[in-house]
């Protein structure tokens, strides 16, 4: 008698641990089938060049363990595919390194662009000097993709700034900082630390790239060595966590940063550098670049586009409370303002007007999104048009017809591509080297 109940107990087990394989086994199998999809249809986009540092896997390498998959905080830029990891979706990619760290065999390396089409990256020497004596590119911009080596970039580029010679004669500063990213807070700190006079110019806000991620993304940071503000000592942070860190440091330093300034040219002037930019000139005998990659916006060159409703990203959709939005692109940037806007579900209405037909270029998940919120009438397209002009209160569309549509506005995101910071390097005379993902 004693033994019936303990046999039922171990059929019962047997198939409970039955019924949990099969489930692991389908659960597998649709993640597998997912991304076979989703590696087509980045392939259907053409060549896709991240414009951020990102892993290559060395297949001859990997033996499939999936630690990297696990490691990877983003959780869709790798995938195990026929046993063996691969780059899923490379634009989701922003450099954590987890992946690099957690492979137990090196079948990874993080690299810039592809082994067919590479990426412009300036020509720095060991201490981020470019072939302009007085110039420096810190950060992203001189390939550094994570915070943490950025912070590092910038307080050496200072400490090299700090020990030569060169000071502002006449009124300049001795160093002018361009983006209040991490390397240019990290190096704007470090001089302020060592007693020089310089400004932080940045054209939107304290921050730099991480702004334009989504909401409560994970960042690996730390720990963060900063001048004047001593070891942060998190290796974890979400993007809201780590702006408002910048934002506590701006204001516990007096960090003499000036926002909305956009910097436009760069100039040699006599042994100082002007800095010529939409709020006038600024000299100083120092220039560090801490630009980041994502470069000039693209401007539509319509008229009332000089207007401070015209937006060129999306920081917070929190700005648009109650009001109507305009978003115009078609890529992958655009669909995802555009998704994060009726998302937040705070606006008025939220339109996306794009000179094609359908949104040809946008990865698979966020063109299902974005057709999805438009069936719901939570976005509403303007497909094919074009900008004719940008009112105080409305929006004029010109249609493939050339019907014109009139549409009430109180907001416009412009996301039509951009000038590489590469160009602006260029006329500096800067030397610009292209890296290759195989160099």
């Keep these: 008698m004693g033994a019936a109940p303990s046999l039922t107990i171990v059929i019962f087990a047997v ?3 039955a019924l949990l394989n099969w489930l692991w086994t389908r659960h597998l199998g649709r993640r597998h089938e997912s991304a076979i999809a989703t590696l087509a249809d980045i ?17 001859g390498r990997c033996i499939g363990s999936g630690a990297c998959v696990r490691a990877c905080p983003e959780k869709s830029v790798l995938e195990l595919v026929h046993g063996q990891a691969r780059l899923l979706n490379p634009l989701a990619c922003i450099g954590h390194s987890a992946c690099l760290d957690a492979c137990p065999v090196d079948a990874i390396k993080l690299v810039f662009g592809t082994a067919e089409r590479g990426v412009e990256l300036p020509k720095l020497d060991a201490s981020f000097q470019t072939t302009r004596p007085g110039v420096y590119v810190i950060g992203e911009l001189g390939g550094m993709g ?22 502002g004669t006449g009124g300049a500063y001795d160093a002018a900082v361009v983006g209040a990213g991490p390397a240019g807070i990290s190096a704007t700190l470090r001089l302020m630390e060592a007693g020089c006079r310089v400004v932080l110019l940045e054209r939107e806000t304290v921050g730099g790239t991480i702004l334009h991620y989504p909401r409560a993304k994970v960042v690996m940071t730390g720990p963060l060595e900063l001048a004047k503000v001593g070891t942060i000592r998190r290796a974890r942070m979400s993007k809201e966590e780590l702006v408002e860190l910048w934002r506590t440091i701006v204001r516990d330093t007096n960090l003499p940063v000036q926002t909305g300034v956009l910097v436009e040219g760069v100039h040699a002037e006599g042994d100082m550098w002007r800095l010529e930019t939409s709020r006038g000139p600024f000299v100083a005998a120092t220039v560090l670049l801490g630009l980041g990659r994502r470069g000039t916006p693209r401007k539509l060159e319509v008229p009332g586009e000089e207007q401070a409703k015209v937006h060129y990203a999306l920081v917070e959709p929190a700005i648009f409370v109650g009001k109507h939005v305009l978003v115009v692109g078609g890529g992958n940037a655009a669909v995802e303002t555009a998704i994060s806007l009726a998302d937040f579900d705070g606006c008025a209405s939220v339109s996306i007007s794009y000179r094609r037909g359908a949104f040809a270029r946008c990865r698979a998940e966020n063109r299902a999104r974005i057709d999805a919120l438009i069936a719901a009438g939570k976005v509403r397209p303007y497909l094919p048009s074009e900008v004719l ?31 590489a910071p590469s160009e602006m390097l260029k006329t500096l005379g800067i030397e610009v080297v292209v890296k290759h993902a195989e160099a």
């Design 15 to 17: 198939l409970v641990a």
């Design 43 to 59: 392939a259907a986009l053409g060549e896709v060049v991240p414009e951020t540092i990102h892993p290559v896997i060395d297949l």
């Design 146 to 167: 994570l915070i943490r080596n950025a912070v590092r970039q910038g307080r050496q580029a200072a400490d090299h700034v700090v020990a030569s010679a060169r000071r």
């Design 389 to 419: 002009d940008i009112g105080p209160t409305e929006v004029r569309l010109k249609g493939d017809t050339g019907a014109v549509t009139t549409v009430p506005n109180d907001g416009v995101i412009i996301q039509v591509g951009g000038t």
